[in-house]
């Protein structure tokens, strides 16, 4: 009898594992729907500045026809101008963020995982933190002037602040498991680290990183037009003192096309950090 029983496990174990999910198929309708929905605002937007300027319901000089723009931009492109720019703005955001997520992750880390630390640096923190980055440019303009150290501590900062409140969220939330199992197996102090804190913290982390590089792109557009000589910011800016409004759309473009993109690249890093995360859990 119980070999009839291991018999009809076996079979029904077969079976089971006969049946696999069919291959996978894109839902074209609503990938096709989402991308006209998403398409939807810019095709409005740019049909009411077409129309605007074709009509006349606004002077030429302060809103210049797409057209312009777009030969603005070709003629920006192959002068060399945007890239010139663009990697100008991008090296400034590389060394701030390396400077301000580095010090945030180790700051993070430390009034995360000590109450003590949290007690005594904790409130001027977030004292500190409460104030924009853009705040501090007034008397960094003083102390620093307008040389490029001014922008990079204006841009450490901008990632110091969130980075540094993510890391502490990931240290004080990583599961009471995980630090039971490590204290059974008696792991040392390093591959604790290693192996079970920087793991559980990985979705905090990556969220930070993402929070860090999208308050350093603003903040990098807006201290390069008010305190500037070169990059996208200044570009907009010098545009709008030659009266040249279409430099200025033109850069207004970039900025939102890159901020988008960027943004959507980081976005897709931490849905793929978390899910990586929780599988491992």
């Known amino acids: 009898m119980a070999t009839f029983e ?8 077969g079976k089971a594992s006969d049946v696999r999910p069919g291959p996978w198929r894109p839902d074209w309708h609503r990938t096709i729907a989402t991308v006209l929905l998403v398409l939807t ?15 006349g319901w606004v002077s030429l000089q302060v809103l210049p026809p797409p057209d312009l723009v777009l030969r603005t931009f070709l003629e920006l492109l192959a ?4 890239l010139t720019a663009a990697l100008i703005s991008f090296q400034r955001i590389a060394e701030g963020f390396l400077i301000g997520a580095s010090l945030g992750f180790l700051f993070g880390l430390l009034i995360g995982r000590s109450a003590t630390a949290d007690a005594y640096f904790g409130p001027s923190f977030r004292a500190l933190a409460a104030v924009p980055s853009l705040g501090w440019l007034p008397i960094l303009i003083l102390l620093l002037g307008i040389e490029e150290s001014l922008k990079i501590v204006i841009l450490a900062k901008a990632c110091f602040v969130p ?8 240290a004080r939330n990583i599961p009471t498991r995980l630090s039971e199992v490590a204290d059974v197996l008696g792991l040392r ?4 680290f ?7 913290m990985a979705p905090f982390i990556a969220s930070g990183v993402r929070l860090s590089l999208s308050q350093a792109f603003v903040s990098l557009i807006v201290v390069e037009m008010l305190a500037g000589t070169d990059g996208l910011g200044y570009m907009m800016v010098w545009g709008r003192t030659l009266f040249q409004l279409d430099i200025v759309i033109v850069g207004m ?11 959507l690249l980081l976005k897709m890093a931490e849905t793929a950090v978390r899910n990586g995360s929780a599988a491992n859990v």
């Open 189 to 192: 102090a390093r591959t604790r």
């Open 41 to 55: 605002a810019p095709a409005l937007a740019l049909s009411l500045w077409w129309i605007s300027a074709a009509e």
């Open 79 to 82: 002068s060399g101008d945007i």
């Open 6 to 13: 291991a018999q009809d496990d076996l079979s029904l174990s």
């Open 163 to 170: 980075m540094a409140i993510s890391t502490a969220e990931g």
């Open 194 to 200: 290693f192996k079970l804190i920087m793991p559980a």
């Open 253 to 263: 473009i970039i900025v939102g096309a890159v901020g988008f993109g960027l943004d």
